[in-house]
């Protein structure tokens, strides 16, 4: 049995002790923590680089990756060659209520889709609202950290090189698009002065012509 008030002591050597030390607590929110990087806070969907292969989808020990898709022919690339089909997302979510942010999907995505973004502050009221669906999910794309700088001599690798290709013909698309819609309000502009022009030709034809016909 111990002494009578030791325990007293004791509590209080340890208030004592540490009441001199500087404080580790972090102020959040009007302090916001410097994490790491490639802090484990929200998982990012490079929706360019999915081929909605199910690889993440199958691998996630907490099955909370929805992915919706349908199948889509492409036309062959050159002439007599064989048409091809290609998988078309149409849904991909992730419910962070179940997540239990193993990094497992982004391990095993053969074709870099998804990354860590350090971003934490997604709390929600409703925990429906913790389903992020793929716009929210490429949002956070946008906070993912930009990987560590490349030796000045190290040779592209070849992740770059793919996500500029498919960057590249996602603006050309636009690009074609906005081309076409451009001629498009051009030809439509055009034919509406033809339409006035023809207009006031026949006008001022039809009054001369009536006006002659008058001073006959
Ligand atoms: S981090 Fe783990 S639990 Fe969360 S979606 Fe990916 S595989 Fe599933
Ligand atoms: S593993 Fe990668 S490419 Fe395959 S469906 Fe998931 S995100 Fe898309």
Same mark, same amino acid.
């Given at each position: 049995?111990?002494?009578?008030?030791?325990?007293?002591?004791?509590?209080?050597?340890?208030?004592?002790?540490?009441?001199?030390?500087?404080?580790?607590?972090?102020?959040?929110?009007?302090?916001?923590?410097?994490?790491?990087?490639?802090?484990?806070?929200?998982?990012?969907?490079?929706?360019?680089?999915?081929?909605?292969?199910?690889?993440?989808?199958?691998?996630?020990?907490?099955?909370?990756?929805?992915?919706?898709?349908?199948?889509?022919?492409?036309? %062959? !690339?050159? &002439?007599?060659?064989?048409? =091809?089909?290609?998988?078309?997302?149409?849904?991909? @979510?992730?419910?962070? +209520?179940?997540?239990?942010?193993?990094?497992?999907?982004?391990?095993?995505?053969?074709?870099?889709?998804?990354?860590?973004?350090?971003?934490?502050?997604?709390?929600?009221?409703?925990?429906?609202?913790?389903?992020?669906?793929?716009?929210?999910?490429?949002?956070?794309?946008?906070?993912? %950290? !930009?990987? &560590?700088?490349?030796?000045? =001599?190290?040779?592209?690798?070849?992740?770059?090189? @793919?996500?500029?290709? +498919?960057?590249?013909?996602?603006?050309?698309?636009?690009?074609?698009?906005?081309?076409?819609?451009?001629?498009?309000?051009?030809?439509?502009?055009?034919?509406?002065?033809?339409?006035?022009?023809?207009?006031?030709?026949?006008?001022?034809?039809?009054?001369?012509?009536?006006?002659?016909?008058? !001073?006959?």
């Amino acid at each position: 049995m111990g002494i009578p008030g030791s325990g007293l002591a004791k509590g209080l050597a340890v208030t004592l002790r540490t009441m001199t030390r500087k404080s580790h607590t972090a102020q959040y929110p009007d302090a916001q923590p410097e994490l790491p990087p490639r802090t484990r806070g929200v998982i990012g969907l490079f929706e360019e680089n999915c081929t909605v292969c199910m690889l993440c989808a199958r691998e996630c020990p907490d099955w909370c990756i929805y992915i919706d898709s349908h199948k889509e022919t492409v036309p %062959p !690339a050159a &002439p007599g060659g064989r048409e =091809r089909s290609r998988n078309v997302l149409d849904r991909f @979510a992730i419910d962070f +209520a179940l997540c239990m942010y193993c990094g497992i999907c982004i391990e095993v995505c053969p074709f870099d889709a998804l990354f860590w973004s350090p971003e934490f502050e997604y709390a929600e009221e409703d925990i429906r609202d913790l389903t992020h669906e793929r716009d929210k999910l490429r949002e956070w794309m946008w906070t993912v %950290p !930009a990987p &560590p700088a490349l030796d000045p =001599r190290a040779e592209e690798p070849k992740e770059f090189a @793919a996500a500029r290709k +498919a960057a590249d013909k996602l603006a050309a698309a636009e690009a074609a698009q906005a081309a076409e819609a451009a001629q498009a309000e051009a030809e439509r502009g055009s034919a509406g002065t033809d339409g006035n022009e023809n207009g006031t030709e026949n006008g001022t034809e039809n009054g001369s012509e009536n006006g002659n016909g008058a !001073a006959s």
